[in-house]
């Protein structure tokens, strides 16, 4: 018996005169402690420091990995936002520092005012992962415990998949996602495979075609004709051919075209019984996306780039979408993204989830999804990076098994940091492996947004 224990039986010996009758058996007392965490006191748990260690992968990144350290030795692991900057987690630092992280919610409050739509939410999301991660650590448990338990044991799991102007080729590729044990299915279906074809597609001279262009939908003046519709109806009748009508096939990225384009193109396509048609328009055009919706017969969705729970209930209660989907490294991490699924549930609405991160935040939304009971799929944008699984250790391997990541049952997030994989993906640009960040621990000002 180690002395930690040694001395927890003899406490609880001296509090209970039953014992000395002889009723419990010394089994069980030897059980007692077992399931705390003999390193952590956790009412006496303060923050010390956090440093930032900055992944690239192939796909949407960087991605900046947090790790919050405290006075006892556990540490929590979080991650800012792919594509998002180190600096809006670190800049949180110095309100951070001496506080207690198992007071996740306070702190959440605490910080959440510095965080925005996008990428803007990151570091407010990061900083919110790993201060459950440590609460985790401190109590000995895995993170859904802590949420109120789990609806599920396996998360469903769908992967974008390479483009192909060619529709045999593109279903092709689905079809063998489907052979991978993939049982929910995504597609590209941008109005660039229509451009070089005459008649399909009116724009002004200029007009940018990709989906970054920087000009939201409604302002580009561009629309796609009834023989554009058409040819992307061809294309997913083709790759409804590979893969069958049973699976169901989610389309994105259609291009910034307007509001009456949405509509026509969202009814060329209703006999292919997409799962649903990914951000039209910009979210924050309650009015126009209800206007989609009521026109057309085919789920509409939006919400990766939505911070806090009030945007998403504004669109559920105005019945402008049939599906959200929450990135919870913007949404404003753990708790919010469950609150918004439970609101939503409310409301009639299911809520996919967003992800393109590194294993440390996709465990974050392993664990909400596992908690959240309106939960559809989610989204993994690494299915195909041999590495991707490695930069963890703690959970099973491969992390993605047959379309499925298994709910881990280790404390807190459940996984550590494979450090030789990590170091092996560092950003060139950024300052290493969890290198010193003190010169953000006397950032202050007058934060109070009352007076």
């Not at 007071?103 to 739509?117: S, W």
């Not at 990914?278 to 919400?303: R, S």
């Not at 699984?389 to 709910?407: A, C, H, Q, R, W």
Request: hydrophobic share 40%.
């Amino acid at each position: 018996m180690n002395p930690s224990n040694r001395s927890a039986r003899r406490s609880f010996l001296r509090g209970a005169g039953a014992l000395a009758a002889g009723f419990w058996a010394d089994e069980a007392l030897e059980a007692l402690p077992q399931n705390t965490n003999t390193n952590s006191k956790p009412s006496d748990l303060k923050i010390t420091d956090m440093r930032i260690a900055t992944v690239v992968k192939p796909g949407p990144g960087p991605c900046p990995i947090i790790r919050i350290d405290t006075n006892q030795g556990i540490y929590g692991l979080g991650e800012v936002r792919d594509g998002a900057s180190k600096t809006y987690a670190l800049f949180l630092k110095s309100r951070l520092l001496g506080q207690n992280p198992c007071n996740v919610d306070r702190l959440f409050r605490r910080i959440k005012q510095f965080g925005n739509h996008s990428r803007q939410g990151g570091g407010v999301c990061g900083v919110e992962m790993a201060l459950w991660d440590l609460a985790g650590k401190a109590y000995n448990v895995p993170v859904y415990q802590m949420l109120g338990g789990k609806f599920r044991d396996k998360i469903r799991i769908y992967a974008d998949t390479t483009e192909s102007p060619d529709p045999k080729i593109f279903g092709q590729r689905l079809k063998a996602r489907m052979e991978q044990g993939f049982t929910w299915l995504k597609m590209d279906l941008g109005v660039d495979m229509v451009a070089k074809v005459p008649g399909a597609l009116t724009r002004p001279a200029g007009a940018g075609l990709t989906y970054g262009d920087p000009v939201q939908h409604m302002f580009t003046g561009m629309e796609i004709t009834e023989k554009g519709a058409a040819l992307l109806d061809d294309y997913v009748a083709a790759v409804r051919e590979q893969v069958g009508m049973d699976v169901p096939l989610s389309a994105d990225h259609f291009g910034h075209i307007g509001v009456n384009s949405c509509i026509r193109l969202g009814k060329a396509l209703e006999k292919h019984n997409l799962a649903w048609l990914e951000d039209m328009i910009p979210w924050q055009y309650t009015d126009l996306l209800k206007k989609i919706n009521d026109a057309i017969d085919l789920p509409i969705l939006t919400g990766e780039d939505i911070y806090l729970k009030e945007d998403f209930i504004n669109l559920c209660r105005a019945h402008a979408v049939d599906i959200i989907q929450p990135d919870l490294a913007t949404s404003g991490g753990i708790l919010e993204t469950k609150k918004i699924g439970d609101a939503a549930q409310e409301l009639g609405v299911p809520m996919a989830m967003h992800f393109a991160g590194t294993p440390v935040s996709c465990m974050a939304n392993v664990h909400c999804a596992a908690a959240t009971e309106n939960f559809l799929v989610m989204e993994n944008h690494s299915a195909d990076v041999p590495w991707w699984s490695d930069l963890v250790n703690g959970v099973e391997k491969p992390i993605i098994n047959k379309g499925f990541i298994t709910v881990p049952d280790g404390p807190g997030l459940g996984v550590t940091l494979n450090e030789e994989v990590v170091k092996q993906h560092l950003s060139p640009q950024d300052n290493g492996y969890f290198e010193p960040t003190t010169q953000w621990n006397t950032e202050r000002s007058v934060d109070r947004w009352w007076s």
